[in-house]
C-alpha cells in the first residue's frame, strides 16, 4: 500500500517439489510505484532484509496494459499510485 496499487503477485516455485524459489514478482499499476518499491531495496521489513529490483518483464505487461486502457480497452479508467499522486 505504501507504493502504489499492486494489480498482480506471482511466486514462482520448483516443479518438481512445489516449493517456493524464495521470492515473489509483483506488478504495480504505475511505474512511479515501482520506483517507490526500489527505493525499499536494503530496508527491513518484519525482520527480513527486502531485495528489491525492477523487473523487465513486469514493465513490459505494464506498457503493454496503459496502451491497450488508452486505445480504448479499459473502461475502468486504469491505474494510479494510492495516494493519488
Same mark, same amino acid.
Given at each position: *500500500?505504501?507504493? =502504489? !496499487? !499492486?494489480?498482480? !503477485?506471482?511466486? #514462482?516455485?520448483?516443479?518438481?517439489?512445489? +516449493?517456493?524459489?524464495?521470492?515473489?514478482?509483483? /506488478?504495480?499499476?504505475? #511505474?512511479?510505484?515501482? *520506483?517507490?518499491?526500489?527505493?525499499?531495496?536494503?530496508? &527491513? /521489513?518484519?525482520? +527480513?532484509? /527486502?531485495?528489491?529490483? &525492477? %523487473?523487465?518483464?513486469? /514493465?513490459?505487461?505494464?506498457?503493454?496494459? &496503459?496502451? &491497450?486502457?488508452?486505445? =480504448?480497452?479499459? *473502461?475502468?479508467?486504469? %491505474?494510479?499510485?494510492?495516494?493519488?499522486?
Amino acid at each position: *500500500q505504501e507504493c =502504489g !496499487i !499492486i494489480t498482480e !503477485i506471482t511466486f #514462482p516455485t520448483f516443479e518438481d517439489s512445489g +516449493r517456493s524459489k524464495g521470492y515473489c514478482g509483483i /506488478l504495480f499499476a504505475s #511505474p512511479k510505484a515501482v *520506483q517507490k518499491a526500489v527505493g525499499k531495496n536494503g530496508t &527491513e /521489513l518484519h525482520g +527480513r532484509w /527486502l531485495s528489491v529490483q &525492477e %523487473g523487465k518483464m513486469f /514493465l513490459r505487461k505494464w506498457e503493454e496494459a &496503459e496502451n &491497450e486502457r488508452k486505445a =480504448g480497452g479499459d *473502461q475502468n479508467g486504469g %491505474g494510479g499510485d494510492v495516494d493519488g499522486k
